[in-house]
């Protein structure tokens, strides 16, 4: 017999004698849960070539082996392994493949001779201190290195790796130094990640001549970039450098092959890397999102651009130079915040889908495109660029939104070049423009369309307008005339005074209205109509200081944002609380004065953070935060999920508000996996406690957690170390 299968065998509990057996090639014993212990003999398998002990949750140890003709060794998710197997003079022979992944209890591995060996993964061994010591630190042919989440692990020795072609070390939290390298000699290597090795500093010069892709991403003590020898990185497509808070600056490189850059969230880049001839002219995508104190990027060649991501970088004093100004394959254009920049150079952006330059304060004038041509533009955002005085003539056939609103300076609407078929969307809250020009007097409005309304712009026929729009918006008006229409699907009302009588009638005039936002309004109750809304989803009533009571509560309610409403009652908080209301749907509450619901499992009091810790799949929960602090917008303030060591950031839902807090607040809101900015599951230990540490951004009065019982067992939660 050469080849042994033990695969799935349940009701084993040991391995037999196996010297009947001396020319087995291949054996394997996979997903033997009652398996504890295996027979001696297997020490004498001389020939054996490969051996899977996989899964085996219940086996401790495994006796010595001799592996002279050993290809394959795999000792994977093996819980409760404390040993690896030890080998006669630590010869392992002609061993190839090497993986101990998740076994979660093994600390050491003996010292080891692995010439031959082709792949080494160590991943997830939890508790390993120390990298096996390698004979000689030889492993000329290794290709494949991995040793992912191994969160104790602190060094790795030097070692010659002349054949490497990936390396991944990512969030090993403990991990102060990257490995030695002989020579610095890794010019096979086509992949390297040490992401999230918070604690890594620093990395040795290397020689990286294949290299394709880096990973530095999440590193928040690596102080340098890594010398690259002769800063030649010639064939690399991917270089991230996410959430690097201590780097500085990164050395000048040759990156005629990148496709991909992101050095977003470097709080502390000061300088952009210095690009060899400045070209980049197969780059496809740029970010230096947040990088807060980057003033300028040098000239760059970028023919292959589709987006490019400037947002945040309050210092950033100048548009970076693009040669010759084509950006003619460029999708995506974000300028989000960029305090310090007043202009931005000609362009030519033929491809061109979304611009967004909202929130540049001291933006002066919008940037020329050549020919006017933005042919292909579907999104303009040019909101809360309070500076910006004029725009030039522009060419927007496929324009669906455009954003002017709190353009404190801008008079005149923008003249449109040739034919604009269709404007769905048009915001202009406090924009003092006095008139619309030519192609909107005469457009003939379609049921999704909206002219945004805010009593400064004039429209002719408003009522008759208003009846046939998807979307509207009045400002300022003490007296608010009705109109019926099952086209509108969003209202938004500012400064308004509204009668009890007249909203109990008035909100049965829109019965398919999705989003009502009564921000800044005379209003004591919103009537029980509103029940009536069966679509209604969004309901902002935000600074609307009189109101006493919500009535009624419309069935698809999934966001509600009652900020600053200082009257509102005990009881109708403690109704918009319910256990019922939120069990089920997935909703985002936000509540003046109020406390965490008693129906929640666990609270906590004042702090920066909770923690919990789970098993299996991250659980569905609600959560919730009391303090005077939001996350409005304050970019910084986000939420942040650690898990063993692996930080994940929650992109949805959390900023339906839209005024900062006067008075302590309580955030409701359920936290789902599909919301995190990565995959969590890479970070989590099959069959053992996860510990997760939740930071929402702001220190808080009190937290508190939910299960939903209906999707999460609570006997896979804990409160408190479930191993202490």
């Not at 401790?60 to 795999?74: F, I, K, M, R, T």
């Not at 992101?262 to 890397?273: A, G, R, T």
């Not at 919730?624 to 602090?629: A, E, K, N, R, T």
Request: proline letters at 6%; one cysteine or more; aromatic letters at 8%.
């Amino acid at each position: 017999m050469r080849v042994l299968n033990f695969d799935h065998c349940e009701l084993l509990t040991k391995i037999p004698d196996l010297s009947s057996l001396p020319n087995l090639d291949e054996f394997s014993f996979q997903n033997c849960g009652n398996l504890i212990a295996i027979d001696k003999s297997i020490g004498f398998l001389y020939k054996l070539k490969i051996l899977r002990i996989m899964h085996c949750n219940e086996i401790q140890s495994v006796p010595p082996l001799n592996w002279a003709s050993l290809v394959e060794l795999n000792l994977s998710h093996c819980d409760s392994l404390e040993s690896f197997p030890c080998a006669v003079d630590g010869f392992v022979g002609e061993l190839q493949i090497l993986r101990v992944i998740s076994c979660s209890k093994i600390r050491t591995i003996p010292p080891l001779m692995l010439a031959y060996l082709e792949e080494l993964d160590f991943s997830n061994c939890t508790s390993l201190e120390s990298f096996p010591l390698v004979v000689d630190g030889l492993l000329v042919n290794l290709k494949t290195l991995r040793a992912m989440n191994c969160i104790k692990l602190r060094s790795i020795p030097t070692l010659k790796l002349a054949s490497l072609e990936e390396i991944d070390l990512s969030r090993c939290s403990c991990l102060e130094s990257f490995p030695p390298v002989v020579d610095g000699l890794v010019d096979k290597l086509k992949t390297m990640s040490v992401r999230s090795c918070v604690k890594l500093r620093s990395i040795p010069p290397l020689k990286l001549d294949s290299l394709e892709k880096l990973d530095l991403s999440y590193c928040s003590s690596l102080e340098s970039f890594p010398l690259v020898v002769d800063g030649f990185l010639g064939k690399l497509k991917t270089l991230l450098v996410q959430s690097c808070d201590s780097l500085r600056s990164i050395p000048p490189l040759k990156l005629n092959s990148l496709e991909e850059l992101d050095l977003s969230h470097c709080y502390n880049l000061e300088s952009f890397p210095i690009v060899v001839d400045g070209l980049l002219d197969k780059l496809k995508t740029m970010s230096v999102r947040s990088c807060v104190k980057l003033r300028s990027i040098p000239p760059l060649k970028l023919d292959s651009l589709e987006k490019l991501d400037l947002s945040h970088c309050s210092s950033l004093e100048s548009f970076p130079l693009v040669v010759d100004g084509f950006l003619g394959k460029l999708k995506t254009l974000l300028v989000q915040s960029c305090d310090s920049l007043r202009n931005i150079p000609p362009l030519k952006l033929n491809s061109l889908e979304e611009l967004d330059l909202s929130h540049c304060y001291n933006l002066e004038s919008f940037p020329i495109v050549v020919d006017g041509l933005l042919d292909k533009l579907e999104i303009l955002s040019i909101d809360y660029c309070i500076m910006l005085r004029s725009i030039p003539p522009l060419r927007l056939t496929s324009l669906v939104k455009f954003n002017l609103s709190y353009c404190l300076s801008l008079e005149c609407f923008p003249e449109i070049l040739g034919e604009m078929r269709n404007i769905p969307k048009l915001y202009l809250d406090s924009t003092p423009i006095k008139k619309l020009p030519f192609p909107f007097q005469n457009f003939t409005l379609p049921p999704t369309s909206y002219p945004c309304n805010c009593g400064i712009v004039n429209l002719p026929n408003r009522v008759a307008a208003m009846s046939m729009l998807a979307k509207f918006t009045i400002k300022a008006e003490k007296k608010v005339s009705p109109v019926q229409s099952s086209q509108v699907q969003h209202i938004c009302l500012t400064k308004c005074k509204l009668s009890d009588e007249y909203l109990s009638i008035g909100l049965m005039l829109f019965a398919n209205v999705k989003e009502l936002h009564l921000t800044e309004c005379q209003v004591t109750v919103l009537p029980k109509s509103i029940e009536k809304c069966h679509f209604l989803w969004r309901l902002v009533l935000d600074d609307c200081e009189e109101l006493e009571e919500i009535k009624g509560i419309p069935p698809g309610l999934k966001e509600l944002s009652a900020l600053n409403c200082k009257s509102l009652t005990s009881s109708c908080k403690s109704k918009l609380l319910s256990q019922e209301l939120h069990v089920y749907g997935n909703t985002r509450f936000c509540l003046p004065r109020a406390k965490i619901p008693e129906w929640f499992d666990h609270q906590w009091l004042a702090g920066l953070s909770t923690f919990f810790w789970f098993r299996n799949k991250f659980p569905s929960i609600v959560l919730g935060v009391v303090s005077p602090l939001t996350w409005v917008d304050d970019f910084r303030h986000r939420v942040r999920v650690t898990i063993n060591g692996n930080t994940f950031l929650y992109t949805h839902g959390l900023k339906i508000c839209t005024t900062p807090a006067k008075m302590y607040t309580l955030n409701l809101f359920h936290m789902q996996m599909k919301n995190f900015n990565d995959n969590m599951d890479k970070a989590l230990l099959e069959n053992k406690w996860n510990h997760a540490e939740v930071d929402f951004g702001f220190p808080f009065m009190n937290s508190g957690i939910h299960v939903l019982k209906e999707k999460s067992s609570m006997k896979d939660i804990r409160f408190t170390n479930p191993e202490e």
